[in-house]
């Protein structure tokens, strides 16, 4: 099933000022690098929804990542759902591997940033890849899952506190979560639908 024509691709508002920081200091060079191996990243995951027959609505670059909207995802198997979570990781991993057997210009630089971006999306923490693969196993835990959501990413901050770019990254992702935290009955009520009318 060939992906949604109609999908929308943005980058998340919070991007632009950052962008503007990276030209300002020089860096953009080095952000290219990442924007690009985020972009890669996606992939897998648009790769894996079309393959699995899923409709893909949006995709939106975040700071640590993107956001792929899929329509009527939590009603869909439970492994396809797994298989769309993990294919973004699987691509990053594939990146080292090839980037380990060729010399290019930043060498070093692409494969750390490819390491950063798999750790990141590692975590089981909810919305990064391995927060979605552990709700696909587990859909009945998802309050649990958001609470560790909150709280692991503040931890972590106390570990990668002379890293800015970390601290903002988690920051984020302990922001976005609490907001989620805010509906989770809904979300909670929503799933148990979910999950009986898959058994039925």
Known sequence: MPLNSTMRFRLHPILIPLIFFLIGTGQFA???IIFVSLLIHESGHLVAAKWTGLSVKSCTIMPYGGEIIIRNFRQAPKHHQWLVAISGPLTTAILILLANFLSFPGQAFFIQVQFTILFLNCLPI??????????ALVPNWYEWILMMSIFLPLFLILFVSTQIHLVFIFAFIAYQNI????????????QDIVQKRLTL
């Open 126 to 135: 909810l919305p990064l890849d391995g927060g979605q693969a552990l709700l």
């Open 179 to 190: 907001k989620s935290w805010q509906y989770r009955k809904y979300e909670a009520a929503f």
């Open 30 to 32: 080095h952000y290219t």
